[in-house]
């Protein structure tokens, strides 16, 4: 007669693929794992009755205590179920029937592109990743034991510290270390401040990164386009909307037309702002980068109780450090650290200290010294590529940032992405950075990240550019006049 | 008869504070910089009319191109205004009467106590700063250039695989890497999972974290408490509700009042999710962190398509480290990375690398392992101490995690908080973590969170603590039977 469970020990032990350790420790937790993959796989099927303790650790030559608490977790899993007198089953609801198939539904990555100068990235390739681990080893072995603890939600003091210095010396912005509130990038600045800061449709310019309107609209900002000229965002538009209560702008090089924001549009929009009690959000995108004189500092300094200044190092570092900074108006900090939390810091302080000690080292002017001088390279290159293959296509905007504008005949914008997928070039159009709401005529026109590939890959993008442009606009094309 | 011009150019020099540098490169960002501190500070009052470039250019012995270009500059940036014929100014508006004052309303952080027991945080003095390092260094190194590029809103590749292998051997979570999801901490994930995937009213154990009961209102979510007995969450209650969506649990370890779910339990939230298509949120808070046993696995490993599992490395680690994850079932993947979005990935790429190698190089288990001996060690010391000073009072719980819950005599939380003070010693009462809807008796007692000093500060807490007790509730303080 068999005994009354159906695996024998024996049976249990093959079905279990099981592998002891030599050391006694690892045995509980093999036995557990082994046991728990057998159920999980249906090779011990629900309901099935383990055999005793005893039986088993005869048979796996293993100390009774260990299989018991073997059991004994397992039981605590759900895996298995003990009851009085019918000694230890498997849990009749413990199998599923099948493996963890991988998510379908995941966005996949898409296939990379043979060739990229998609805007928005800095060149990946540059990352100072020596620099960087050399500032990470200095500022984590400095740091004191609280900086490991739940912190302040304003951010590391040495980062706010170091960037109240290197912003008032490289972007004229007036403010103290305890205005500066630390986030994870541009996006979660704008994300704080309309998520119960500030309220009231919001004035941008008419063109901009759609992502970023999409997140406004999800907050349920309305946003309200400024025309553009050869002088900026037409400020003076600020008056004619009553209920405005900020403006949007992207002062140093508007993004993506690439015009500096004139001076006296920087003066009536601060005008403005104190007139109606209404704010400037500054986005400070790539003020760093200026490569035909010294970068027109922020218009924050000219009244930091008006101004937001919004910066990050997405553009001058890397993305993948997720930090940026809100310079505050001072009624508006408690107001933004009550949104964003006294629990939740949100940017990594590990990265923090280290941006502090890169800032305050030199090692970050360096950097975008370094990238100042390589991204006008390839601005440079750019242009005379242009000159020499498509002399009817020119980059517009002031030389600087990380990207170029170029005005394309009327009509064949689609036409020039159709021919750049044909070169596996990716791209973007200028008309998705268009706000739905402007009324100005629309250009065509392709946006240049000539920052995004790696410098050896820039000659070959290039090369397929203007073979797109050759094939979707002709060597007559009409040359459309920079507004 | 004077210059037009008020302040001679020998006077500016003075007004300037000028102090030029020797090599030709930097006089111009030093007159500039000059010219604007002026002008910002007052000594050059609104109107004032400069001196022509080529006055001062020969009186600072500079070229004069260098002071048109600075004066162009500080036109540019609004702080000068130049018009034909009348010379160039400073601007009307361009003097803000005052210095930037430091931010009066930003909240100062609080005087650090002299002993710290609060709840919530691992001790930030055994923050593993060289093995992390070293992880970072060999991390960074590795890493393809496309990391330092805009990324995978899912997280890093490296990071997601590590942890499957983890998450799978230490806590018995079924997944595939491309259903997990990192985040920055457990707030995050539920701000993702309510700011758009789920929907409904959510039912939470009776006691837990304020601030995630705040975070779920400010997502107008509802949440409906369940009971807590001697086998932790009332699952039975579930069925009672009918709007149900989601149940949050912390199966591991109940937060605050420390008893693991029991097996039965397990399997009910289970269950009543799939007879619900509801989902069990699983807190795995301090999964890690068990000491009279092995850690009961993720109640995940059930049903992957019905538990989402949160993690973090904020008990583990560090909240330094802004580094959480998601194991989600498939039909979730998409929607939350939808909510997450393509273009922020919010959690520091070079963390999640240097995570993935601490993870996979063994470094992670070395860490808890090592965190286990210590906390357990001061867990039995408070049991120690509290029998030897204060035997009325104990704690309640299983021996796990980084707090205990110290049932007090009716009426006596208040008294023993106070006293505490008295002490120096901050920490928290346990009614604060009572849902405001709980509706069964309501104990009084101390959440005492041992793992928060470092290890040189702990003895000196807990004589605090057992003092501030035998003050509150003296010697002889009705003994309350752990519910």
Known sequence: MPEPWV?????????????????????????????????????????????????????????????ASAYAELVAEGWLAARQGSGTRVAERAAPPRPVPAARKAPQAPPRPAHDLRQGQPDAASFPRTAWLAAARRA?????????????????????????????????VRTTPDRIVVCSGFAHALRLLYGGVLRGPLAVEEYGLPFHRDLLGT??????????????????????????????????????????LHSERRAEAVDWARARRALVLEDDYDGEF???????????????????????????????????????????????????????????????????????????????????????????????????????????????????????????????????AHQGLALDGLSPFRHPGATAPAPDGLVIGYATPPDHAYPAALQALTRALGAATGPDGTVVPAG
Chains 1, 2 share one sequence.
Do not use: C
Not at 32 to 52: D, F, N, S, V, Y
Not at 140 to 165: K, S, V
Not at 222 to 235: F, H, K, M, Q, S
């Open 290 to 420: 200026r490569y035909d004189r010294e970068p027109v500092g922020a218009v924050q300094g000219l009244d930091p109780e008006r101004v937001v200044y919004l910066g990050s190092v997405s553009k001058s570092l890397s993305p993948a450090v997720r930090l940026g900074w809100m310079v505050l108006p001072e009624h508006l900090v408690g107001a933004v650290l009550e949104v964003k939390g006294q629990r939740e810091a949100w940017a990594s302080v590990l990265d923090q200290l280290t941006l502090a000690d890169f800032l305050a080292s030199g090692h970050y002017d360096r950097h975008v010294r370094r990238m100042r001088q390589r991204y006008r390279a390839r601005r440079d290159r750019l242009v005379r590529a242009l000159a020499e293959s498509a002399p009817h296509i020119r980059a517009t905007g002031v030389a600087a940032g990380l990207h170029a504008v170029l005005r394309l005949p009327p009509g064949s914008e689609g036409d020039a992405l159709r021919a750049a």
């Open 219 to 260: 907050a349920g900002v309305r946003t309200v386009p400024l025309g553009i000229d050869e002088r900026g965002a037409r400020t003076a538009e600020l008056g004619a909307h009553k209920g405005l209560r900020a403006v949007l702008l992207t002062p140093a090089h508007q993004f993506p037309t690439g015009g500096p």
């Open 140 to 172: 984590l072995t400095a740091a004191p034991h609280e900086a490991f603890g739940p912190g302040d939600p304003r951010g590391r003091i040495e980062l706010r510290r170091a960037l109240a210095e290197y912003l008032a010396r490289a972007r004229g």
């Open 7 to 67: 695996n024998s020990a024996e049976r249990i032990g093959a079905d279990l693929h099981l592998n002891l350790p030599a050391e006694k420790g690892g045995r509980q937790a093999a036995l557990t794992r082994a046991l728990r993959e057998a159920i999980r796989e249906g090779r011990l099927a629900p309901g099935t009755r383990l055999p005793p303790y005893r039986s088993l650790a005869a048979d796996l030559g293993i100390a009774r205590n260990t299989v």
